[in-house]
Each structure stands twice: as structure tokens, then as C-alpha cells.
């Protein structure tokens, strides 16, 4: 009887051991390849970062103006804009 206690203990074991591998191999297929998703998905922002940072840079925004709207933009003397007052 404690022959049988004992092989039934160890395949047990051996079938919980199994069990558990699979699953933890399973998670790190998971888990690498969420980490190449998020490599992917950085390299994308940095990208939009670079490139936001190109086309708002003030002399870009100078030439897209000069090119687009050309003279439909004029400067105005700040002493000239007057406050306006909502409770009269």
C-alpha cells in the first residue's frame, strides 16, 4: 500500500510539473510578444515625436505660411488691441 501511495504521489508530481512548465511557457510566449508590440509601438511615437517636432519648428512654421496663405496674414501693434468690457 505505501509502494502505491508513493507512485501515485510521484506521477502526481511529475503531471503538476508538466502542467505548470506548459502554462509558464505559455506566459512568456505572451509576455515577449507584448514586448515586441510595445517596441513597435514606441518606435512609432518617437517617430510622430520627431516628426511633430519638425513640421512645429518656427521656421517650418514660417515658410508653411509664407507658402499657404501668403499675404493674408499681417502684424498688428499690440498697443492697438483695445479690452473689451462685457458689462456695460
Known sequence: MKK?????SI????ITTSIVKSS???LEKNIFILEEEV???EEKFNF???????LTT???LIRLKEKIFKDQFFPIDPGDIKKIDNNE
Not at 11 to 14: A, D, E, P
Open 24 to 26: 509558464t511557457r505559455q
Open 11 to 14: 506521477i502526481s508530481l511529475i
Open 48 to 54: 510622430l515625436i520627431l516628426e511633430n517636432d519638425y
Open 4 to 8: 502505491y501511495i508513493i507512485f501515485f
Open 39 to 41: 517596441k513597435i509601438l
Open 58 to 60: 518656427p521656421e517650418r
